[in-house]
């Protein structure tokens, strides 16, 4: 089964060195053990456009879809075999990156 985890950061400032490092052995350990999917970081809230063509004409808006103090900043797409296993892999995550993650099985 496949699950989102979301990296919830809270602050305007990127990752550290020694996060960075941290990110990329964890990195390396969801290859090697098979739980690699897909990962990505992603740019500051401010730089996203938001699209809603629900109306019949897109409305095409500057900035996050919410106004929030905490913004998702990155994710990983793990293959595991249950919830238990995404879960302690979050937890690693989460230690890594040094900050608080969300998990979601997808459908």
């Known amino acids: 089964m496949q699950y989102l985890i979301s990296v919830i950061h809270d602050q305007a400032s990127l990752a550290t060195p ?11 350990r969801l290859q090697t053990e098979g739980h690699w999917v897909f990962v990505g970081g992603l740019a500051f809230p401010d730089t996203a456009t938001v699209i809603d063509n629900r109306g019949g004409e ?10 929030s103090k905490e913004y998702l900043a990155g994710f990983w797409v793990i293959e595991a075999p249950d919830l238990d296993v995404a879960l302690k892999l979050a937890a690693e995550g ?14």
Do not use: M, W, Y
């Open 18 to 28: 020694e996060e960075h490092a941290a990110i990329d052995v964890f990195n390396d």
């Open 58 to 67: 897109a409305l095409v808006t500057d900035g996050p879809f919410v106004e």
């Open 94 to 107: 989460s230690k890594a990156c040094n900050r608080k993650v969300e998990v979601r099985p997808f459908q």
